[in-house]
């Protein structure tokens, strides 16, 4: 069974730039997670989607949004990046949220 | 709110065991997760354990879960230089929410 995967891997992106990255959960999972890793700040949860609907989100600032498709896929996007954001995003999924999440590669996102 | 700790750094000899620490917050965690992250990966789950369990045990990993102090623990037997790592628990209060320790770094020597 395929785990999840993210695309892309690794991006540049400058100050003021916008960025989408995408998630492809577990076959059969419905519910995907995202998660900012930084050095500073640790792992922070994002927010998370479950059929199609945002159920959760953290505390991050509106320039931060996502959305899941009807297949589960999910994609988030920063809107006028700052360099902050760079971190390592990391998506996770479910069959519902509320038991094991598995964990993809992640992308590592750098703003320059 | 929910918040985990996490000593930051632990180093054992190859062959011996590992012990891990952790204390949390959230006395309504339904799963405490033990995740490992090599460098440039993503996170991996090695194991979870349910509230209302106190040990798990899954080949060379040991869980012990004490509620009453809210301390979770993560004992690696016959720990290996592959084993070097950094370490998260991590517990899951509400809905999907997981909430992370610093981490704990792992070197393993020779």
């Known amino acids: 069974k395929a785990g999840v995967t993210q695309t892309p891997r690794y991006l540049i992106k400058t100050r003021g730039q916008q960025v989408t990255l995408s998630c492809s959960p577990i076959?059969?999972?419905?519910?995907v997670s995202w998660y900012q890793q930084t050095p500073g700040q640790g792992l922070q949860f994002l927010f998370e989607?479950?059929?199609?609907?945002?159920?959760n989100k953290g505390n991050f600032p509106g320039r931060f949004s996502g959305r899941q498709f009807s297949n589960s896929r999910s994609e988030m996007n920063v809107s006028t990046l700052e360099l902050g954001d760079s971190a390592l995003y990391l998506c996770?999924?479910?069959?519902?949220?509320?038991?094991?999440?598995?964990f993809g590669p992640g992308t590592r996102l750098l703003v320059l | 709110g929910e918040d985990v700790e996490q000593s930051l750094f632990l180093s054992v000899r190859e062959g011996d065991s590992s012990v891990i620490n952790c204390t949390y917050t959230?006395?309504?965690?339904?799963?405490l997760y033990w995740y490992k992250q090599e460098p440039g990966a993503g996170l991996q789950l090695l194991t979870y354990?349910?509230?209302?369990?106190d040990m798990k045990q899954d080949q060379r990993l040991t869980v012990l879960l004490n509620k009453k102090d809210k301390h979770l623990s993560l004992r690696i037997a016959d720990t290996q230089t592959g084993d070097s790592a950094i370490y998260f628990c991590?517990?899951?209060?509400?809905?999907?929410?997981?909430?992370f320790g610093t981490g704990t770094r792992l070197q393993v020597t020779l």
């Open positions: 996770a999924s479910g069959w519902t949220g509320s038991e094991t999440q598995y």
């Open positions: 076959s059969g999972h419905r519910s």
């Open positions: 989607y479950f059929s199609e609907t945002q159920r």
């Open positions: 959230d006395s309504s965690s339904t799963y």
């Open positions: 354990i349910f509230s209302n369990m």
């Open positions: 991590a517990e899951q209060g509400t809905a999907s929410k997981l909430t």
